[in-house]
């Protein structure tokens, strides 16, 4: 549910929340735990793949790995080309191997970051996956 708060108007509800700058977006639990958080302007896609970004989390959070698992998919398949991808596809990893527990689906993902994203700061994290 979106939720608009000034940070002249409400101060305290910004001040509560964490928020830094403006504009500051969270995705949080229906329990009110913050999940993911980005600041600034992003251009559509990127925004875009900052929202499923921060669904996917929430989704792994609650240890509901499938779902996660295909939400990270999601963001690799229709937004590769943004900044959520590299970062998706290192959790999409991490997803399938907590559902399933073969560390092939951690090697997978190893390979796969060989082909997308390599310079990325979570190819590096993936690389200790490697055979």
């Given at each position: 549910?979106?939720?608009?708060?000034?940070?002249?108007?409400?101060?305290?509800?910004?001040?509560?929340?964490?928020?830094?700058?403006?504009?500051?977006?969270?995705?949080?639990?229906p329990?009110g735990?913050?999940?993911?958080?980005f600041?600034g302007?992003?251009p559509?896609?990127d925004?875009?793949?900052?929202?499923?970004?921060g669904?996917?989390?929430?989704?792994?959070?609650?240890?509901?790995?499938?779902?996660?698992?295909s939400?990270?998919d999601?963001?690799?398949?229709?937004l590769?080309?943004?900044d959520?991808?590299?970062?998706?596809?290192?959790?999409?990893?991490?997803?399938r191997?907590?559902?399933?527990?073969?560390?092939?689906?951690l090697?997978?993902?190893?390979?796969?970051?060989?082909?997308?994203?390599?310079?990325?700061?979570?190819?590096?994290?993936?690389?200790?996956?490697?055979?």
């Amino acid at each position: 549910m979106p939720v608009k708060i000034h940070i002249k108007e409400q101060p305290k509800t910004f001040e509560r929340f964490g928020a830094q700058w403006t504009p500051t977006i969270q995705v949080l639990d229906p329990d009110g735990t913050k999940r993911h958080q980005f600041e600034g302007f992003l251009p559509p896609d990127d925004f875009l793949g900052q929202l499923k970004l921060g669904l996917a989390h929430s989704a792994f959070a609650r240890q509901q790995w499938k779902e996660a698992e295909s939400r990270y998919d999601d963001i690799v398949k229709t937004l590769p080309d943004s900044d959520a991808a590299p970062e998706a596809l290192y959790w999409a990893g991490v997803s399938r191997y907590k559902s399933s527990g073969d560390p092939t689906a951690l090697q997978q993902t190893t390979e796969a970051f060989k082909i997308h994203y390599q310079g990325s700061t979570w190819a590096k994290k993936a690389s200790v996956w490697a055979k």
